[in-house]
């Protein structure tokens, strides 16, 4: 199984990789921390069986078992395209809070992204066990990387990514 960080760093690199290169219109990076989250979502079965042991002393396992199906990002992205096409106003009053269309398409895309991103990623490291496209349909995959590559697979793209952002934004003067 690919490392929880894998998910988060990878899903990270990617959409900051997007934002950098393809954005004329650049999202602040609290987006990207959501995308982190969203890359690790799909896993939040693992928290749930968690707690059925811990207060339940439960061994059943629900994890993967709804979570990882590609069918999900589908969804979130089709909300997204909703909103970006049926939404006629640039911000919307919500009680005392102004939101914006743009971030609402944006929060819904990155979600769908990240949870895509963790399938593919399981599917590549992890084996297809309850990997579907929809709940019934499997996914196959090829489990083609070894552990060895797993184990430093992370600190691959973290480092490529440490160069990247000091190289654009000189992070170094952040610390
Ligand atoms: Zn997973």
Excluded at 132 to 149: D, E, F, H, K, Q
Aim: glycine share 4%.
């Amino acid at each position: 199984m690919p490392f929880a960080v894998t998910h988060v760093i990878l899903t990270i690199v990617l959409v900051g990789l997007f934002r950098d290169f393809f954005m004329k219109h650049k999202f602040s990076t609290s987006f990207l921390v959501l995308a982190g989250f969203a890359g690790l979502l799909p896993d939040a079965g693992i928290v749930i069986d968690w707690l059925l042991a811990a207060f339940f002393n439960s061994s059943t396992s629900v994890h993967r078992l709804y979570t990882h199906s590609v069918i999900w990002a589908v969804l979130f992205a089709a909300i997204a395209v909703f909103v970006h096409f049926s939404a006629k106003k640039k911000q919307y009053n919500l009680f005392q809070y102004k939101i914006k269309k743009n971030s609402v398409v944006l929060i819904f895309a990155i979600i769908a992204f990240g949870w895509l991103i963790h399938i593919l990623l399981d599917c590549m490291l992890a084996g297809t066990e309850h990997l579907t496209l929809i709940p019934g349909l499997p996914l196959t995959c090829p489990r083609a990387v070894s552990s060895n590559v797993l184990a430093s697979f992370d600190a691959i793209i973290l480092l490529a990514w440490l160069f990247w952002e000091q190289h654009k934004h000189r992070i170094i003067d952040y610390v």
